[in-house]
């Protein structure tokens, strides 16, 4: 497999419930990111790991836990969410955390959640 | 405050051209970005713009001048399968990327 890939593609889940998404990354990077994308509003960075080491944590609340257990594997564990929570999870890598150069970020198709 | 400004929308016809603007005002400047994203698809790398002028890839182009905080992908020949949302992003003095909330392109025959 080349890429980057998420799982699962669609997720439903209850306010009360725990659930986990996943991300792969075969393309050797080293660095790995968490966006929410909503309708009609700008990509907002959650989380970044360069070297499995966070790096980022842009103000997210803790209902989200983020966990890199190496540099192809990135996890965004879900408990007690809001149905505010809605949206599209997309998981990208890039070669480098800021770093110059284009260093182009190349994302995966999304988790797309649902919180009743 | 940072801000990436792009139309919400646009409208173009099959075999035309079409110009999506961006505008930005950011802490510092490390390169401007366009993405493009079909409905339900990952966002996929276009173009990438560090220095005025224009980059000519195929039936896209992307222009940027830093004077004017300005940016627009030129799309000719348009063509049904690119009907897709395009995202502007700049990377700021800190090399974090900024956003624009993407200019959905709808291309009727």
């Known amino acids: 497999e080349t890429g980057v890939t998420q799982t699962p593609r669609h997720l439903v889940m209850g306010m009360t419930n725990k659930k986990s998404l996943k991300c792969e990354q075969h393309?050797?990077?080293?660095?790995m990111y968490w966006y929410k994308q909503s309708a009609k509003k700008p990509l907002e960075l959650m989380f970044v790991y360069s070297l499995e080491e966070r790096v980022e944590n842009n103000s997210v609340p803790s209902r989200f836990s983020p966990e890199c257990p190496n540099s192809s594997h990135l996890f965004l564990h879900l408990h007690t969410l809001q149905p505010e929570d809605s949206a599209l999870y997309l998981c990208?890598?890039?070669?480098?955390?800021?770093?110059?150069?284009?260093?182009?970020?190349?994302f995966g198709a999304g988790s797309r959640l649902t919180v009743l | 405050g940072q801000n990436i400004d792009q139309p919400t929308e646009m409208t173009a016809t099959e075999g035309a051209i079409v110009q999506i603007n961006c505008t930005y005002q950011t802490s510092g400047f490390n390169g401007l970005f366009w993405y493009q994203q079909h409905a339900g698809e990952a966002p996929t790398f276009l173009s990438y713009n560090v220095l005025d002028g224009l980059e000519e890839k195929g039936r896209f182009s992307s222009f940027l001048s830093r004077s004017k905080g300005y940016s627009y992908l030129l799309l000719k020949e348009l063509q049904m399968k690119d009907s897709a949302s395009y995202l502007c992003?700049?990377?700021?003095?800190?090399?974090?990327?900024?956003w624009g909330a993407g200019t959905k392109l709808i291309i009727k025959p």
């Open positions: 393309l050797g990077h080293n660095a």
């Open positions: 990208a890598s890039s070669q480098d955390f800021s770093s110059s150069g284009a260093n182009v970020l190349t």
């Open positions: 992003a700049v990377r700021d003095s800190n090399y974090q990327l900024i």
